[in-house]
């Protein structure tokens, strides 16, 4: 992505798309004004919501057209994505009421407000700056656009608390009794220490409430804020946290089932590159609504999570090479999630279906018979094993315990924290 200025004495370099204004961003090669750019996204986010579904209704009255529109929900994830997003299908509203005097919203929007790792004063000033940006409440009323704030607190307080422990051998146990009501999120995510963990499971309590969400409140369409870098990022990070299973179920796949209730999952920003994100926000003056965190330049390697890390390498390459970016998210959607069938288990943790044991498999890799240390160095490191954490929990556990399927890529994140140990509130 560059930016243009003008220099005395040059000759103006105008906007390749209308030829009337001047350059002021190059993306994929093309020469755009501010905009014919906000248009070229725009016109992205559209294609992937294509179809009567979405499109302007007509009619007398709003009653004519009230059962035929859709009742859309949003999660904003507080990203710059969830900025773009938002303001694209406003934008999009706005310009389907003015066709003409019949013409009414094609969808509803629920603004769903996501913002778990957030300071509430935070997300209230992220809120209010997004109601006067487009309006104040009374246009956003006449759009049927909505404002929802989830409470991550209360979700997670309104559930019981279980341990998991996840054994040397590769064994799954849960306990119920005498385990300490987990009554914050903050409380909950203080306990992980590893930012690849701490990130891979705020993502499926994210996932979780909005599921909750949607079934509470009847939504059968959802559209999630990633951007096509953001989308890829997840496709590696999955494939290299061992959850390689999610990615045709969460990308690949466009409908997801729950409690025998189908949800419509769609990416509109699917074809939209993280640079052209950023520059999206800049041009719309919006970029500073979100505090997303800027130091992450600043983190040495080891305390960065594994999104970070795949992060800075597409970062690095999304400006020349962003082939590289599309080929992996293209790859991931056409992959298919796991068939959701009763006789398969599912995760205690994620939810995901389980295909194979877990237990069974990585057995089935691993050589499990030791041979004797052999010198000082191998007693040494025998020794701190064994008054290691990891081999203490097989006697710590509880004659009691359940025997529960945990899916490879959770069995994963939990050992990552140091102490295979996690407590997990009982999602039901």
């Known amino acids: 992505m560059e930016l243009y200025g003008m220099c005395s004495g040059e000759q103006e370099d105008l906007c390749g798309r209308c030829r009337k204004h001047a350059t002021i961003v190059v993306s994929r090669k093309e020469h755009f004004c501010k905009d014919c750019f906000l248009k070229f996204i725009r016109v992205k986010q559209r294609k992937q919501m294509k179809g009567d579904l979405y499109k302007v209704k007509f009619g007398k009255s709003e009653d004519e057209i009230k059962n035929k529109t859709v009742n859309l929900l949003f999660p904003f994830l507080f990203t710059q994505s969830s900025l773009v997003l938002a303001d694209a299908l406003i934008y999009w509203l706005k310009e389907q009421v003015s066709m003409s005097s019949k013409a009414h919203v094609g969808f509803y929007l629920t603004i769903f407000f996501l913002g778990l790792d957030k300071p509430l004063e935070n997300v209230k000033q992220c809120m209010s700056s997004l109601e006067s940006r487009y309006g104040g409440a009374e246009m956003l009323e006449e759009l049927h656009i909505s404002f929802t704030l989830a409470d991550g607190d209360t979700f997670i307080s309104s559930n019981g608390s279980q341990e998991y422990l996840v054994s040397t051998a590769n064994e799954a146990f849960c306990i119920n009794e005498n385990v ?3 009554k914050t999120l903050h409380e909950f995510f203080s306990n992980i220490g590893n930012p690849s963990s701490k990130e891979y499971f705020m993502d499926i309590v994210k996932d979780l409430i909005i599921g909750d969400y949607c079934l509470k409140k009847h939504f059968s369409h959802v559209v999630l804020p990633y951007s096509m870098s953001e989308l890829a990022i997840s496709t590696l990070s999955y494939t290299v946290g061992g959850s390689g299973e999610r990615i045709g179920a969460v990308i690949g796949s466009k409908t997801r089932e729950e409690n025998s209730n189908t949800f419509d999952f769609l990416y509109p920003l699917r074809d ?4 052209e994100i ?7 003056g919006t970029s500073g609504f979100v505090n997303e965190n800027k130091g992450n330049a600043l983190k040495s390697v080891r305390s960065k999570s594994m999104n970070e890390l795949i992060g800075g390498y597409f970062g690095s390459i999304q400006g020349e090479y962003p082939e590289a970016v599309s080929t992996v998210v293209k790859i991931a959607s ?3 999630g796991p068939p959701n069938k009763k006789d398969f288990k599912k ?5 995901n279906v389980v295909l194979d044991d877990p237990e069974r498999w990585i057995n089935g890799l691993t050589v499990l018979e030791g041979v004797p240390p052999s010198n000082e160095e191998e007693i040494e490191n ?3 094993y064994k008054e290691s954490s ?6 710590c556990i509880p004659k009691d315990a359940e025997r529960v399927t945990i899916c490879y890529g959770c069995m994963v994140a939990i050992k990552s924290t140091g102490s295979s140990c996690l407590y997990w509130p009982t999602f039901v």
Not at 272 to 275: E, G, N, T
Not at 347 to 351: F, K, L, N, V
Not at 390 to 395: C, D, G, H, L, Q
């Open 180 to 182: 300490p009501k987990l």
């Open 272 to 275: 939209v590159l993280q640079y």
């Open 278 to 284: 950023e520059k999206y926000t800049d041009l719309c």
């Open 334 to 336: 056409k992959l298919s």
């Open 347 to 351: 995760c205690q943790i994620c939810h």
């Open 382 to 384: 025998l020794r701190r």
């Open 390 to 395: 990891f081999a203490k929990e097989k006697e």
